[in-house]
């Protein structure tokens, strides 16, 4: 599915895994048949090896874990949201290319 770096959230494990984790969080939702989705895949990748450490990263796939999808309105794939201390920063919605990741993962760890 994805690198080492990027982790797999689930609707058991979000809560602890995101909403309550220590460092920023940025969760992809995607699904395996949006090929927007896989075409986000390898910047999800580099995403997560350039902020090792600083953020986490994940994806989520919203047809096997319903529960988050809905809580989070998640209407369109791929959406991406950052979280920090639990709260959405930022939520993108659609292709977004790799520099409008960084700039905001790089206001959410200084």
Same mark, same amino acid.
């Given at each position: ?51 090792? #450490? ?5 994806? =989520?796939?919203?047809?096997? %874990?319903?529960? !988050?999808?809905? /809580? +989070? #309105? ?5 959406? =991406?949201?950052?979280?920090? %201390?639990?709260? !959405?920063?930022? /939520? +993108? ?14 206001? !959410?760890?200084?």
């Amino acid at each position: 599915m994805a690198s080492s770096a990027v982790l797999e959230f689930t609707d058991e494990n979000f809560e602890q895994e995101v909403l309550k984790s220590d460092r920023p969080v940025l969760v992809d939702f995607w699904a395996e048949w949006c090929m927007p989705c896989r075409m986000l895949a390898p910047t999800i990748d580099e995403l997560a090896a350039q902020f090792a #450490g600083k953020v986490k990263v994940g994806k =989520i796939d919203t047809d096997a %874990n319903r529960n !988050v999808s809905m /809580k +989070f #309105g998640i209407s369109a794939i791929p959406t =991406i949201i950052l979280f920090k %201390n639990g709260q !959405v920063v930022r /939520k +993108f919605v659609g292709f977004t290319p790799k520099h409008e990741f960084v700039a905001e993962l790089d206001k !959410v760890v200084k």
